[in-house]
C-alpha cells in the first residue's frame, strides 16, 4: 500500500540512497485465520509454513501513515510497538 508514502502527511525534506544491506527485500509470514495455515511471502512468493519456519519473522501487513509514524516513534523512544505486537505470532 502506498497511501502512507503518497498522501502527502509528510513533507519531502530530501533524498538519499540506502544501504545495498537494507535494499533485500525480507521475509514476513501471513497467517490465515480462517483455514488456520501459515505461510511464509517475499516479492510475490508465498510458500507454506510451520510455525518454526515464521518465528521471527514480522507479520505481512499494510501500514497507515497513522500506524508507519506511531511505529517510528516507538522505535526511537526505545519502546515496543502495540501494531507490530498485536500481529505478532504468539507461542
Not at 509470514?29 to 480462517?34: L, M, Q, S, V, Y
Request: hydrophobic share 40%; charged share 35%; net charge positive.
Amino acid at each position: 500500500m502506498r497511501r502512507a508514502l503518497t498522501a502527502r502527511v509528510w513533507p519531502i525534506i530530501g533524498s538519499a540512497s540506502p544501504p545495498p544491506e537494507i535494499l533485500e527485500e525480507p521475509w514476513f509470514f501471513k497467517r490465515d485465520r480462517i483455514a488456520r495455515t501459515l505461510s511464509i511471502y517475499r516479492r510475490g512468493i508465498e510458500v507454506a509454513a510451520d510455525r518454526k519456519a515464521c518465528q521471527g519473522l514480522e507479520c505481512a501487513a499494510v501500514w497507515d501513515p497513522e500506524h508507519v509514524a506511531d511505529r517510528l516513534r516507538d522505535h526511537f523512544d526505545g519502546r515496543p510497538n502495540e501494531w507490530v505486537e498485536s500481529l505478532r505470532l504468539k507461542d
